[in-house]
C-alpha cells in the first residue's frame, strides 16, 4: 500500500512540472502561427496594393483575386475573425491597409511564474514576453 502512495506521488510530481511546460509550448505555438498568418496576409496586402494601385475593400478580396487561397484562421480565436485597419491617407483607396488579431499573443497565457522571492505566495501568469506587436508592421 506504501509503494502505491510512494508511485502515486512520483506520478503526481512528474504531471506538476509537465503539464505547464506542454501548456506553454501549445500558447507559444499558437503566438507563432498567429505572427505567421499575420505577416503572410500583410505581404498578401502589398502585393495586392502593388498590382492594382490601391488597398482592397476586404480580406476576400485578397482570395477572390487570388492572392491567399483562404483567409488563415487566427489559432488563439480559431476563426477568421482579423481586424482590418484602414489607410490613414484619405487619398488612397480601399479599406484593408492592414491587419491584427482580434486577441493578440500578448493576452495568452504565456507560463506559469513560480511565487516571488518576497514570499507574496501568490501564482502570476506571465504575458508573451518580447513578441512584436500586432500593430507593428
Do not use: H
Not at 504531471?15 to 501549445?26: D, F, G, Q
Not at 491584427?100 to 497565457?109: E, F, V
Not at 511565487?115 to 506587436?133: L, Q
Amino acid at each position: 500500500m506504501i509503494e502505491l502512495i510512494v508511485v502515486m506521488a512520483v506520478i503526481g510530481l512528474l504531471l506538476s512540472i509537465a503539464v505547464p511546460r506542454y501548456l506553454t509550448a501549445l500558447d507559444r505555438g499558437k503566438a507563432q502561427v498567429q505572427q505567421q498568418n499575420l505577416a503572410l496576409m500583410r505581404e498578401a496586402i502589398d502585393k495586392y496594393y502593388g498590382d492594382n494601385g490601391r488597398y482592397p475593400d476586404a480580406l476576400d478580396d485578397l482570395v477572390t483575386k487570388r492572392y491567399l487561397r483562404a483567409i488563415p484562421i487566427d489559432p488563439i480565436t480559431e476563426a477568421t475573425d482579423w481586424v482590418t485597419v484602414a489607410p490613414t491617407d484619405s487619398k488612397q483607396s480601399g479599406r484593408v491597409y492592414d491587419v491584427q488579431s482580434a486577441k493578440p499573443a500578448s493576452q495568452l497565457r504565456e507560463a506559469y511564474r513560480p511565487p516571488d522571492s518576497e514570499g507574496s505566495g501568490s501564482v502570476t501568469v506571465a504575458g508573451e514576453e518580447g513578441a512584436a506587436s500586432d500593430a507593428e508592421r
